[in-house]
T-cell receptor, first 111, second 115 residues
Framework: GEDVEQSLFLSVREGDSSVINCTYTDSSSTYLYWYKQEPGAGLQLLTYIFSNMDMKQDQRLTVLLNKKDKHLSLRIADTQTGDSAIYFC???????????FGQGTELSVKP | DADVTQTPRNRITKTGKRIMLECSQTKGHDRMYWYRQDPGLGLRLIYY???????NKGEISDGYSVSRQAQAKFSLSLESAIPNQTALYFC??????????????FGPGTRLTVL
């Protein structure tokens, strides 16, 4: 079945770049997403990439998609303490409308 | 005002009690979802509804039921709560959108504790 995997924790220093990785199994995924969850809050969409793209950049965020290896990454440049949160990778199944989420990566940014 | 609201935000209950969690949205979306979040497991889909007459089971529907009372309202019930249903529950909505991406919009969550 469909599965999305992420590592659970990442710790970086303020000002460094953060790279959060995700692997997925469904080769027919149409869209892949990155959501951010701040403490005590719901999930907020950060960015998404369509499956026919290799890269998408949005200010400090860069998403890279390697369809051959079914690997997705989110790079946050100049990471700030306000970036501390849980980041979820998700894929949309071919049938559409349903998202499969990874376990979430907790990013800790140290001053 | 929030586009997706959930009530209650926190609930503590006892084993065997019936519980209803409610979700309302003002986004005009047809699609609504219920997820639960457990540490280290991410979000898992409980039920989803693509319109008022459409209800579908997700990957972990056992022990739960839902009702889609209107386009704007989707409620989740635990008929007889058990401790392993202690979790953070999220409602979400989506629609096709201009990008065709079916971006999902999440409510703030309901923290449920079953003693």
């Amino acid at each position: 079945g469909e599965d999305v995997e992420q590592s659970l924790f990442l710790s970086v220093r303020e000002g460094d770049s953060s790279v959060i990785n995700c692997t997925y199994t469904d080769s027919s995924s149409t869209y892949l997403y990155w959501y951010k969850q701040e403490p005590g809050a719901g999930l907020q969409l950060l960015t998404y990439i369509f499956s026919n793209m290799d890269m998408k950049q949005d200010q400090r965020l860069t998403v890279l998609l390697n369809k051959k290896d079914k690997h997705l990454s989110l790079r946050i440049a100049d990471t700030q303490t306000g970036d501390s949160a849980i980041y979820f990778c998700a894929e949309m199944s071919y049938q559409g409308g349903k998202l499969i989420f990874g376990q979430g990566t907790e990013l800790s940014v140290k001053p | 005002d929030a586009d997706v609201t959930q009530t209650p935000r926190n609930r503590i209950t006892k084993t065997g009690k019936r519980i209803m969690l409610e979700c309302s949205q003002t986004k005009g979306h047809d699609r609504m979802y219920w997820y639960r979040q457990d540490p280290g497991l991410g979000l898992r889909l409980i039920y989803y509804s693509f319109d008022v007459k459409d209800i579908n089971k997700g990957e972990i529907s056992d022990g739960y039921s839902v009702s889609r009372q209107a386009q704007a309202k989707f409620s989740l019930s635990l008929e007889s709560a058990i401790p392993n249903q202690t979790a953070l529950y999220f409602c979400a909505t989506s629609d096709l959108g201009t990008s065709g991406s079916y971006e999902q919009f999440f409510g703030p969550g309901t923290r449920l504790t079953v003693l």
